[in-house]
């Protein structure tokens, strides 16, 4: 299935071996053209290979146009994405890429803190680095298992916001441990929270905050996998599109998604984990079994949007804007 936003060709120009599993690959135009700009937390879709498409952060400076550079981590338990990155993707390849998207910007603030868990960091070193560059006030703390596994630890002691850098390894006793209580014990009008991790990390970090007393909008996420969500008890629902009237029965081993292109019906999907966005679309009637991690809170409740890749449904039926 031909996906319409991959609209770039770009060549891997290097690919260095960055912690134990993470490796980093240096991406640029094949004819040296400058590529697309893009601002710091931004993210490019990567088509791994036929029919696996994953997201990666930026984590070089926002203002290079020569190369984009992205960090993967292998997932041994993940579904093949990082896995043929490590494998099969090598210097000299060329890659179809989406142009640089952003769905986690930073905001003017007074003050900023950065939260990293583990390949975490890759969003959050660009921030780090865009900040520095502009003389914002502004910290990056840095946990993970242990040294080895802390990918671009030397470059940041080596920037010029180290002194702005705190690292936090779980296998070091002598390291310290990250005292989230206290670091946002007393919630600043003026500041913003990033924190990009697992999802243990990240809901710590925000529960944390909002027991501090922090707003929703000052604490904002980045995801790189989708929420795990019981499917025991999935039943089977209908779908309906409202332009043609069609109507099909989504089984409970199936998506939205899925179920749709048997039928000819294309939706642009990227991460198939609810993560992204790609694929959102309208809901005109019926309740959304919600289970994305993209929309908030807010539009979770408003039930007029949702993603076919992984949400399903709580009533039996649901009619789509198609």
Request: proline share 5%; hydrophobic share 40%; with cysteine.
């Amino acid at each position: 299935m031909s996906h319409p936003a991959l609209s770039l060709v770009v060549e891997v120009k290097a690919r260095h071996e960055e912690a134990l599993g993470i490796v980093t690959f240096e991406l640029v135009d094949p004819h040296g053209r400058p590529l697309p700009p893009f601002s710091a937390g931004a993210h490019i879709d990567v088509q791994v290979k036929e029919g696996v498409i994953r997201q990666y952060s930026l984590c070089n400076h926002s203002e290079e146009r020569d190369r984009y550079l992205i960090g993967v981590l292998r997932n041994e338990a993940s579904r093949g994405g990082s896995i043929a990155m490590h494998d099969e993707i090598k210097v000299g390849n060329l890659l179809l890429i989406s142009a640089p998207k952003n769905h986690f910007p930073l905001k003017p603030a007074k003050r900023t803190y950065l939260l990293a868990g583990g390949i975490g960091i890759t969003p959050l070193l660009c921030m780090a680095e865009r900040l520095a560059r502009t003389d914002a006030d502004f910290e990056l703390h840095y946990c993970a298992r242990s040294a080895e596994r802390m990918a671009f630890r030397e470059r940041i002691k080596t920037s010029g916001f180290a002194n702005r850098a705190y690292f936090y390894l779980d296998d070091d006793d002598a390291s310290p441990a990250l005292d989230l209580e206290k670091l946002l014990s007393e919630p600043e009008a003026d500041a913003q929270v990033y924190v990009c991790g697992p999802s243990g990390f990240i809901n710590a970090v925000i529960s944390t905050g909002k027991q501090c007393g922090w707003s929703a909008d000052q604490l904002h996420t980045e995801y790189f996998a989708g929420a795990e969500t019981a499917s025991e008890d999935d039943g089977s629902f209908e779908v309906r599109i409202a332009s043609s009237g069609a109507a099909f029965s989504v089984p409970a081993d199936k998506t939205v998604y899925q179920v749709l292109a048997e039928n000819g019906i294309d939706i642009m999907v990227s991460c198939e984990q609810g993560v992204c966005g790609t694929c959102l679309t309208r809901v005109l009637e019926g309740e959304p079994d919600h289970r994305d991690l993209y929309l908030d809170d807010d539009e979770h409740a408003a039930n007029d949007l949702f993603t076919p890749c992984c949400s399903r449904a709580k009533s039996k039926t649901l009619v789509l804007d198609l």
